[in-house]
């Protein structure tokens, strides 16, 4: 052991006989799996519309010419396949799960597509909850995938956590809503993926505003933005602003996302496509 030996390795570069490696837990793939990039749809809290953001981001890169994935990790409130119109149910095979495919070709895994009846609630204890999102990663078949995206769970508790540490995540896009932006929510988000070490690719602020249909005139229902001087704070790039959107909302609703025009989102994927692109 060093002389000043303070217990923790990862500051420390003594060769030492009690040195210990960081562990890498990342859980392995399907073996019948490909996937090129994953990307974690995170939030400080449920309702700011992070699936929604994910299934756009989805359907952008769809759009884009990739062959995307949706892995639903919010085990616990499921809106993924809700939004594009899937109520059937996933099958398995001899090699593992079969993801369903949405109209445009999305691949997509969520407990919604498991449970018998979709309206039923999933009440599971953390670890349980936990172990359903690694077999999400190592039990389906994701063929060729190029962009995943994972609708985290909200928070900072048990099964984001897991999904931090099992998934082998290239990084993650913060959603917030205008109100997150004035608490410190949006600040514990972006601390976790710091201590996790996994790269914050940006933020989108959803609701950012609404745009009048008449006027076209701007009106921030929930204050000026202030988006640039979170971004400021915690060096994130803003990846985009998403306006409140009726037509959006209603699409969700009646499982038709794959159908909607947003420039706004379109604007964001692009960029985020940009980033990623970058990194490779
Ligand atoms: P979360 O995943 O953060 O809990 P959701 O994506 O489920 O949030 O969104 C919560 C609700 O807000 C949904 O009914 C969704 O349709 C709606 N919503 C999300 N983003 C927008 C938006 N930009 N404009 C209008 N409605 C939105």
């Known amino acids: ?3 000043e030996c303070t217990h923790d390795c990862s500051t420390c570069g003594a060769n ?9 837990m990342t859980e392995p793939l399907n073996p019948y799996s490909s996937v090129k990039k994953v990307i974690g749809i995170v939030s400080g809290k449920g309702g700011v519309g992070k699936s929604t953001v994910t299934s756009l981001m989805a359907v952008m890169f769809s759009r884009m010419g990739y062959h995307t994935a949706i892995l639903d990790a919010d085990i616990t409130g499921p809106s993924i396949p809700k939004a594009f119109g899937i109520h ?29 009846n979709e309206a039923d609630p999933v009440i599971w204890r953390g670890p349980i909850l936990a172990g359903a999102v690694k077999q999400f990663w190592t039990d389906v078949i994701w063929k060729d995938v190029d ?17 931090f540490q ?29 201590m996790m070490d996994v790269p914050i690719l940006g933020i989108i602020e959803n609701m950012s505003c609404y745009v009048c249909p008449d006027c076209g005139k701007k009106h921030y229902p929930f204050g000026e933005s202030k988006l640039e001087n979170v971004a400021k704070e915690y060096s994130l790039t803003i990846l985009g602003r998403l306006p409140i959107d009726a037509a959006c909302s209603l699409a969700c609703d009646t499982g038709k996302i794959e159908s909607v025009i ?14 990623l692109s970058e990194k490779q």
């Open 1 to 3: 052991m060093a002389e």
């Open 16 to 24: 030492c006989s009690s040195r210990q490696e960081p562990q890498d």
């Open 88 to 116: 059937e149910k996933a099958m398995g095979s001899e090699h593992g799960i079969l993801p369903i495919t949405t109209h445009s070709g999305i691949d997509m895994m969520s407990i919604n597509l498991l449970l018998e």
């Open 147 to 163: 962009y995943m995206f994972v609708d985290m769970p909200p928070g900072t508790g048990d099964v984001p956590l897991t999904v």
């Open 166 to 194: 099992s998934l082998p995540l290239d990084g993650i896009v913060v959603v917030t809503s205008p109100q997150d932006l004035v608490s410190m929510i949006v600040g514990k988000a972006v601390r976790m993926a710091q």
């Open 262 to 275: 947003n420039p706004e989102a379109q604007e964001a994927a692009e960029r985020l496509e940009a980033l």
